[in-house]
C-alpha cells in the first residue's frame, strides 16, 4: 500500500495540551518579507492515519452516506476556490480546478470507493485510501511527465476528501471564524493561498519550500510575511499556540516570552514605519546625489502583478518568467498567450516590458516539454535549447509576443544563450514570424531583442554578441553556478556559491564595458540586484538596470539615492584587484555597513551585518 | 453497438484537458462508451482511466458505443477528435 500520500506530523493536540506551553524557536527561509504575531492554525494535511476497519452490515448504508458526504463537500470547496481562483488569477489559471472536480465525480473512483464498503465491509476512510491510493501509484508510473505530475493533483484531492471526511480537523472555511491566523503547515499549496479572504491570514509558516517556491512568490504579491524550509514546524506546534512569524529573517517563535513580544512589537513598529517611509520615495527617481540615474524594473511571476509595479516605483518589467504560464497549463495556444503578455505590455506602456522567451528544464520542469531523466538537467536540453528545437512551440510564442505588442514597449529576452549560432537563428525566427504577421495584415510593433548572459561562454563572446542584440541582461544565478562550478541546489557546497567572487566581478565588468562600447545597456535580474553590498557593486560596475522583486525596489532606490556614483565606481575598481571574495565582502563591509543600516530599510533587505 | 477507430491529432496527445473532453461527451450519454488503446481497453466515462491511458499524438484510439444515443455520442467524438480538441495540430 502507498504510503506516499502521507504527510508527515505526529505530534498532533492530545500529547501536548496538558503541558506548559514550551518556547521554540525555528530558522528556516525568509519568504515573503514582513512581521505577524497571531494563534496558530495547523491546516490538515498532517499525517492522515488510515486503518484497515471492518464494519458490521448495519453501518453499510452510513459509510456510504459519509463518503458521498465528503464527495459533494469536496466538491463545493473545490468550487469555490475555483470561482475565487478564476477573479483573481484569471481563467486559465484556474481550469487545473475544474479537472479536480471531474476525477472527484470519476465513476471508478466512486464507485470504486462504494463497492468496497459495500462488499468487503471497510470504512469510508480506508476505501478512500485504497481506491484513490492505487489509482496515485499507477499515475506515478505512467512513463510520461506530464501524466505523473498528475500524481499531484490526486494526492491533493486525497488530502481534501480525507479532510471532509474526518469531521473534527479543521478545515479552510473554518479560518474565515478568526481574524489574522497563522497558518502552519506541513506544506501548503498555492490552491489554498489563493481560496484565503483578505484578512483573514496575517503569515504562513510551512515545513517545505524555498523562496522560489510558487507559494513563496504567491505570498509575496498578497503582501502575507512567510517563511518556509522550517523542516518540522508543522509537528511542533498546536492550535492556538501563539506565533511571531519574522518574514524578513525567516526566523519564527513559537509561545514568546515577554521579551520575545516587546521586540516583535519593536520590529513590527520599524516595519512599518519604514514602509510608510519608503512609500514616500515611490515618485522620486532612483538617481545617485552625483546625478547618475540607474532604472530599476520589477520582477513579475504573474501577469496581475502588473498593475502594482509602479506601485512601487519601478518604471518597467526587467523579467517577466512566461514559463509560468506553461506550468499553469500544458500548452497555452497562441491566443491565450498573447491575452498574458498583451494584459502586462498594455498595463506597463509605454515603459518597457522584458518578457523571457521560455525557460523550460533545469529545475523548472514544464510537463510534456522537458527530458526527465538527464544526468545533468542544468547544463541538459532547457531553455532556449528546448526552444530552437520546437520550433512549434517557439513560434507560438514569438508570435503571440509579436501579437501582443500593440504599444512597441516589448523587449524579448532570449535566455542560456551560449554562441552567435543560437542568437542568430532565434532571432531569425523571430524575423520569420514578424514577417508572417505582416504578411496577414497585422500590425507589428518595434521590439528590442536582448540576450541574457548566463553562460560563461557568451561573456567570452561577449563583444560579438553586443553586435547584434539591443540589450544584455546578466542572470546572476545561473553565470555563478556555472563559472564557479558550483550546482546551486547542492546543500554542501552552498557557501561556495559566491556572488562576490572577484571571477564574477571580472565577467560582469567585462559584459559592462562591451555592451558599452556598442551603446547598448546593461541590466541584472537576479537575486543581486536586491542585496544592498551586491547593489553598490554592480552600480560600480556600471550596470544600467537593476531588476528585482516589486517589494525591493523602494529599498533599493533608497540605497542609490544614498550614493555617489563615483564613490561607488572607486570600490568597484579597487575589489576587481582583490584575490577572493572574503576579502571583497570584508572591505564592502566596513566602508558600507553603517550607510546602509542608517538608511532604515532593515525590515526589507535582511540584516546587513553578522557576515 | 459502434465501434469507431479516431487519430489523435492534436500535438500533446489525451492529456488532462482532452480527457477531461471526451468525458463531458461520454459522462452524461446514455450509451456504454468504452475506450480502448494499446491493447488496453478502459471505461471511457471516467477520466482518471482514459488519462491513464497516455495516448500521445499519432495514435490510433477505438471507442465502442453502445446504448440509445450511440449515433450522437460517436458523432460529437469525431467533432472532437476532428478539431484536436481545440488545440494546436501536431
Known sequence: MTTSTKKQAKGSSSSKTSKKPLRIVLVGVPASPGFAMGKVFPITNREISVVEETIPESRVTTEEQLFLKAVSKTAKEIGQIKEISETRTGVHDSLIFATHLMILQDPGLVNGVLEMVKKKHKTARWSVHVVLGNYIEKFEKINSPAMRDKAADLRDLYNRLMTALDDSGPVLEDVALEQGVVLAAHEIMPSMLIAIKPGQVSALVMDTGGRTSHVAILARSLQIPAVSGLRNVAAQVNAGDTIIVDGTGGMVIVNPDEEDIRKFHERQEVFERQRRELFTMRRLEPMTRDGKYITLHANIELPSEASKVTDFGATGIGLYRSEFLFFQKDAPTEDEQQAAYGEILETMSPCPVTIRTLDAGGDKLVAGLTAVNEANPFMGWRSIRVCLSREDIFCTQLRALLRANKSGNLRILLPMISGLNELRKAKAYIKRCADELKAEGAQVGNIKIGAMIEVPAAVMLVDLLAKEVDFFSIGTNDLIQFTLAVDRTNELITEMFQPHHPAILHMINRVVMAAHREGIPVAVCGEMSADPMSVLLLVGLGVDELSMTPWSVMATKKIIRSINYEDVRESALTVLQMDDSDNVNEYMHKKYAQTITDLGISSFVGQVDGK | ?90
Open chain 2, 1 to 90: 453497438m459502434i465501434v469507431k477507430t479516431l487519430t489523435v491529432t492534436n500535438k500533446l496527445g489525451v492529456h488532462a484537458r482532452p480527457a477531461g473532453m471526451i468525458v463531458d461527451i461520454t459522462g452524461p450519454a446514455k450509451s456504454d462508451v468504452s475506450i480502448i488503446f494499446d491493447g488496453s481497453k478502459a471505461n471511457a466515462k471516467s477520466i482518471l482511466n482514459v488519462m491513464m491511458l497516455a495516448i500521445p499524438l499519432g495514435s490510433e484510439v477505438k471507442f465502442e458505443v453502445d446504448g440509445e444515443d450511440e449515433e450522437l455520442v460517436v458523432q460529437k467524438l469525431e467533432q472532437l477528435f476532428h478539431d484536436n480538441f481545440n488545440e494546436e495540430a501536431g
